[in-house]
Every structure is written in structure tokens, then in C-alpha cells.
């Protein structure tokens, strides 16, 4: 019996050191694979974003670059309201179709506007071009000198329905047809799916379709995630810190390297409308940017 004791304990040692060793190496891997490591030596700024942002919204200023806070912007000047707006059914050709365009232009009457920017804005699903005015967006757009235009989609408002199935067509037709220089598009929800394929199917030749870009957390964002990289477009990342949808999107639209994030506090999907100010200061940002 006496034998028997150190012979058992000479056979547990190695047991119980292999069975320690064998959690250290679970332990150590285990740590490296969950991010710790990951997070402490990502080379992009983007990758780390992107692995923070799989369980929490890119909330603002925490580890983001590019924020713009509206409520540390300037006020945009006082509403000179001499603006004056226009109606009108363009016309233009779609595939062999004629296509009437519902197109609400407005232009401050005392401006040069000859080389300014065309603030071209498009619209939600539930909306038209009718939330535009109702906000009085395009008023702010054209008096701050610029051309302000809001048009509504195939289908919506007083603009033909179509069969073409190509929405960047659709932009390129009607943009042509317009003769539009330095245009900036601003494009909320539904509307990216007509943006976003005219801006970055080509992402290369992005900047001579526009100037700019205002998403305001469209759709269809994950379908050009590999096209972003390849696009020098600057761009301003607007969504509302309540919507649900806008971590998505902004995830994907900073893979555009020319882009700053202005997230709207407090604001759901559609924040120009329940924060119209807050919107409107961050565009005048932009433009002025884009302009100067
Ligand atoms: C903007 O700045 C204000 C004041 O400093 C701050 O309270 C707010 O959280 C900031 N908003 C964002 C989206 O960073």
C-alpha cells in the first residue's frame, strides 16, 4: 500500500500540468480570436470601426473620425426670402419612352447662379418632392445662392410610372436632359436604390456624374461595398441617431474615402424631418465645403 501513495501521485502531476497548459493555450487563443487583439492592432481605422459597430451603432465621436456636430456648426445665414420657385412636367426620353418628370426648382432671385452648385434632392418612399418644400429645404438651398432642385421618382407624386428597370438610367436621363453642372445629390431611404447604382456602378468616373453626395441612410448600400474604395466622391454621411437602419449604412458608405459622418442627435430615419435645423446646418456645411 505504502508503495502505491508517490506511485499515484507521480502519474496526476503531469496530468494536472497538462491539463493547466491545455487551458492556457484555450485561454490565450481564445482571446485573440474575440477581438481583444484585434481592436489593439487593426492598420485601418475603417476595419476597427467595423468590428465595433457589429453590436453597437458608430455612436459619434466615439472613435470615429470625420464627425461633423451640428450643434457645433454655425448658424447658416438669415432667410433673405427672395427665392423664387417653379413647377414644372419635364419632359424626357427613357429607353424609346417619353417620361414626364414632376421638378420643383428654386433660385434666389438676386444670385449668380451661373457657376453654383445644383443641389439636386430626391426623396423617401412615403414622401415626394413635397417634404422639400414642406421643410423649406430648397428656400434654405437657394438662398444661400445655390440651385435647389427636388424632383419626384418614377412612380410617386405627378411623375410617370416606368417600366425600366435600370433607376440609374433613370438619373442619367434626367440629369442629361437638364444640362446639370456640378451636381450634388442629397438622397434619403428609398432613394439610394436610384443614387447609389448612378453614383458607384462606375465608382472610378463617380465625380464627373456629381460633386457631391448626401446620403441620408438610403437603401441598397451593402450591394457596392466593394465599389466605394475605388471612388474619390466626397460625401456626407447623414442618419438619425435613433434610426435603427443607419449603422448599417454608414458602416458601408465609410468604406468612401472622401467621406464625413454627420449623425443628426436624437433624429429616426427621416432626420431632415424631425430635425430640419440640425440638417439644414450640416448640408450649409457641406455645400460651403464643396464650394470653396
Ligand atoms: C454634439 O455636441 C454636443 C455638445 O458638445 C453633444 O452633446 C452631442 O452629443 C454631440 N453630438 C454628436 C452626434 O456627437
Known sequence: MGGLRPSGLHLNKP??????GIALVVFVVTRLYMGGGLAGTAASGVFQIAVKSETKPPAAGRGMDHVVNASLLESPPAFAADAAS???QFKITLGDKALNVHVVQMIRRKADVTNAL???????ASFTSKNWLDIKTLEHVANWGYRAIAIDLPGYGTTDLTDESQ??????????????????IVSPSMSGSYSLPYLFKEPKSSTERAVGYVPVAPVKTGE???????????TLIVYGTKDRRGDTTTRDLMLLPKHEVAPIDGAGH??????PDDFHKVLFYFLKKLSS
Request: proline share 4%; net charge negative.
Open 118 to 124: 445644383t443641389v439636386l434632392f430626391l426623396h423617401g
Open 86 to 88: 417653379q413647377e414644372e
Open 224 to 234: 457596392f461595398r466593394q465599389q466605394y474604395a475605388d471612388s474619390q466622391l466626397p
Open 270 to 275: 427621416a432626420c431632415y424631418l424631425d430635425k
Open 167 to 184: 433607376p440609374a438610367d433613370f438619373l442619367t436621363a434626367f440629369i442629361t436632359a437638364m444640362g446639370m453642372k456640378k451636381v450634388v
Open 15 to 20: 496530468v494536472v500540468f497538462g491539463l493547466l
